[in-house]
């Protein structure tokens, strides 16, 4: 695993006006994926991005769409994201009966599969699974509305999460989303995370900052 995570920075803070722009200068500051986090005002309280949206950020850019599904029941939206442009497409546990069944499908897809843990979810949750993902997503806060601080026990959870992974020889992905900084950001990497969704500490400063931002993270 290399010490230099992936940067997936998340739309969620960026400037909704400008959506297209925004997806464009983030893959030229340097971002990896594109985190684009969906919320649908039961699962979570709030609501944002619809496959539409989704659909018409595809042209503006090559990268990776890193769709995350905060959406319950979550199987009806799998093929539309996909059609939309999703690359990967994360799901919770909680967010379906069957989620063994919604992995297998989005896989059927042709997509990657993540699932997400939340704070509140164990990390047994993986382990009936873990052959068919390839992301684990740790909340690092509780979903539903960015600009939250980092929940430090999380750290003891990725720690979980990578031996859980390397003990199956699985390549999937580790990713953090929640109040990720450069100023945690190594130790979200030390105890192995590979990839680092931010949105706050990337758009804080504009779209003159934003590859000062994501070389930070990638530095820290």
Not at 36 to 55: C, E, Q, R, S, Y
């Amino acid at each position: 695993m290399s010490s230099t995570p992936l940067i997936c920075p998340s739309i969620l803070a960026s400037d909704f006006a400008r959506l297209g722009e925004e997806v464009a200068a983030l893959e030229a500051a340097g971002a990896d994926w594109i985190h684009v986090d969906v919320m649908d005002g039961h699962f979570v309280p709030n609501l944002t991005m619809g496959p539409a949206i989704v659909k018409a950020l595809r042209p503006h850019t090559a990268l990776p769409f890193d769709v995350h599904l905060m959406v319950a029941p979550v199987d009806p939206w799998l093929e539309a994201y996909r059609e939309a442009g999703a690359d990967i497409l994360s799901v919770h546990p909680e967010s379906g009966p069957h989620v063994h069944r919604t992995l297998g499908q989005i896989r059927r897809l042709g997509a990657k599969a993540g699932l997400v843990l939340n704070p509140g979810t164990p990390v047994a949750a993986l382990e009936p699974v873990i052959e068919l993902v390839d992301l684990v997503l740790i909340m690092s806060v509780n979903p539903g509305f960015g600009g939250q601080a980092f929940i430090d026990a999380s750290l003891r959870k990725i720690a979980a999460v990578r031996a859980l992974l390397d003990q199956a020889g699985s390549e999937a992905h580790l990713q953090v989303d929640g109040g990720v900084t450069a100023a945690n950001a190594r130790a979200c990497v030390d105890a192995g995370a590979d990839a680092l969704v931010a949105g706050t500490s990337v758009f804080k400063g504009g779209a003159g900052a934003y590859r000062a931002s994501i070389q930070a993270l990638k530095a820290a």
